[in-house]
């Protein structure tokens, strides 16, 4: 099934502010045959965005961001969380959301010299999915980019968009463990970082330097 099997009774801007909330009322044709009931659902639009997995094949070192996330933060009030060892500083990747007239990987190229001060030599895409389509149009372009990470340090990001980002290099094995450990729990950079895992010998073999 396709776009073609939902029917949109009625679409209204329930809320507009950093970001937009709409409410649709919509049926959609089901499984077993015929359309089924309507249903209402907001969802949250916030635009889409890219990521990029910094890495320096010469070093062998990944370059990852700290910052914060209110969303993170509010998450801590769910009983699901042990707000004793949980933080809303999050270790990430790269990312930005793609404003008008902009494409995903010119996006990831301005961020990553706003946000970790490294120019990417060379890139490539990984993947293109869903954030949460359950309750979000958002998607996500992930990149994996080389870059020089030898000098990479500091604090980072426009104050006037209230970013404070700290950026770090790691050895790879040290980021794995990292992932194994728990320690990195968005999904920006789980899901590149997984690919990475996997093609990290024949990446780093296509881009070390002569």
Known sequence: MDANDVEVVDKKQAFRGYF???QYRLRHRQFKGGMGAEISREIFERGHAACCLLYD????KLVLI???RPGAYAALSSP???SANASPWLIEIVAGI???GEDPEEVVRREVLEEAGCIV???EPVFHYLVTPGGSSESMFAFVGKVDASNVDGVHGLEEEGEDIRVFALDVDD???LFDQGRIVNSMTIIP???FRSHHQELRARWMTP
């Open 66 to 68: 700290e910052q914060f």
């Open 193 to 195: 970082l997984q690919w």
């Open 175 to 177: 980021v794995f463990e």
């Open 57 to 60: 094949p010469d070093l062998d």
């Open 80 to 82: 699901w969380y042990d």
């Open 20 to 22: 937009r909330i709409d």
């Open 98 to 100: 793609i404003e008008d």
């Open 121 to 123: 030599q060379q890139i």
